[in-house]
Every structure is written in structure tokens, then in C-alpha cells.
Nanobody, 112 residues
Framework: EVQLVESGGGLVQPGGSLRLSCAAS????????MGWVRQAPGKRLELVSA????????SYADSVKGRGTISRDNAKNTVYLQMNSLKPEDTAVYYC?????WGQGTQVTVSS
């Protein structure tokens, strides 16, 4: 059974940083691409970032380009999303996605 467990969200002031983590299990993690999507209230679901199985190719939504860094540790079956210079518009529930599965999400709130 595929399981994805996100953590690391919270309340942060504008300009701050957070590192989200997603612990994966139930599949051969190192063989699959991983991604992060986010859902803000009243807004469309957005693919924030993705990383290939080897970790050497990444992609980012324009909205986070230059502020977000996705990475993975295949030894720990974990994917990360480092978000810097956070803005109020980054407020959303962030989900880890793989193989058509989603985690439970972690709330990120950017507010002063």
C-alpha cells in the first residue's frame, strides 16, 4: 500500500522559510518521480514542483521558481520541498504525490 506522509508545515511570516518533508512507503521509492502540489482556498490545484527518480531533474511552477527547491533522499525514502521568501499567496495545503496517490497534506500559512 502506497503511503505518503507530509510534515513540516506551519505558520510563518512573509519572507520566512519552511522545509516540507514527505516520507514514502509501500513502493520502490527510488524508481519513481515525486511531486508536490498545493491547494489554496478558492484556487485551482497547482503542481508546485517535481523531481525525477534519480534526483537530477527538477521542475517548478513559475510561482515558486527561484524560491523553492525540491530534493530527495532515496536512502530515506523521503522527498523535500524547501520554500524560501514565502509570500501570503503561498498559503495552501501542500500534498506529496506519487503513482497517483496523495498524502494527507500539510498546511502552510504565511501571515504576519
Amino acid at each position: 500500500e502506497v503511503q505518503l506522509v507530509e510534515s513540516g508545515g506551519g505558520l510563518v511570516q512573509p519572507g520566512g522559510s519552511l522545509r516540507l518533508s514527505c516520507a514514502a512507503s509501500g513502493f520502490t521509492f527510488r524508481s519513481y518521480a515525486m511531486g508536490w502540489v498545493r491547494q489554496a482556498p478558492g484556487k485551482r490545484l497547482e503542481l508546485v514542483s517535481a523531481i525525477n527518480s534519480g534526483g537530477d531533474r527538477t521542475s517548478y511552477a513559475d510561482s515558486v521558481k527561484g524560491r523553492g527547491t525540491i530534493s530527495r533522499d532515496n536512502a530515506k525514502n523521503t522527498v523535500y520541498l524547501q520554500m524560501n521568501s514565502l509570500k501570503p499567496e503561498d498559503t495552501a495545503v501542500y500534498y506529496c504525490v506519487a503513482l497517483g496517490h496523495w498524502g494527507q497534506g500539510t498546511q502552510v500559512t504565511v501571515s504576519s
